[in-house]
């Protein structure tokens, strides 16, 4: 199923989803060797600028900046946050409907596409949400000329997924990251509260 979307895919969405993984690749390259030189006996020697600066000229990349904090790993945060929660966790997701849920999972006013569910709950929307993710369905959407600091308000993932049962039974939602760090903060909240009450 992911073959046949990837293969559905237009060459720019392609060539940015290698670039998501790549970013991906970046960033943990950037937290090992900063977490290294935090802990090594030369961390009080250079700024954290000439830290970035010596790190980007180790990556041999022709770009002219790399920021280490990209959306390329907030889509690793996607899949911790919301597929593996979800896997492990579903029945501590509220059935509360999105109108009426608590603000503090980022839903409040969004607008979901699902024609089989017109009022959909906050339960619904993560597991369709996991079953994009699941199938390598979500695209991240980056205006141009956005500045590092527009990354969680400006910065765009839409999921779409599809019931291979049903292909009347379609999903639909675009959210900010800002909204997306929301909904996987309070999942973990509730998911951190479920497991340490059960001792």
């Not at 409040?108 to 619904?124: I, L, R």
């Not at 369709?128 to 600091?149: A, Q, W």
Request: hydrophobic share 35%; glycine share 6%.
């Amino acid at each position: 199923r992911i073959n046949k979307f990837m293969n559905n895919l237009s060459d720019d969405q392609e060539r940015d989803a290698v670039d998501r993984i790549t970013e991906c690749m970046y960033s943990l390259d950037y937290l090992v060797d900063v977490s290294n030189y935090t802990f090594s006996d030369q961390k009080d020697r250079i700024t954290l600028g000439k830290f970035y600066d010596a790190w980007f000229k180790k990556t041999g990349s022709t770009r002219k900046v790399i920021i280490p904090f990209n959306p390329g790993i907030f889509l690793g945060y996607l899949y911790v946050g919301i597929l593996y929660a979800k896997e492990n966790w579903f029945d501590q997701l509220p059935d509360d409907r999105l109108d009426a849920a608590d603000t503090a999972w980022g839903l409040n006013g969004v607008t979901v596409s699902a024609p089989k569910k017109p009022q959909p709950t906050v339960k619904y929307v993560v597991k369709r949400i996991r079953n994009s993710l699941g199938h390598g369905r979500p695209i991240i959407t980056i205006p141009p000329g956005i500045k590092p600091e527009e990354l969680f308000t400006k910065i765009t993932f839409s999921f779409h997924d599809v019931n291979m049962k049903n292909s009347a039974d379609t999903f639909g939602l675009t959210l900010t990251l800002d909204r997306l760090s929301k909904l996987i903060k309070k999942f973990q909240s509730v998911i951190h509260k479920f497991v340490r009450e059960k001792k």
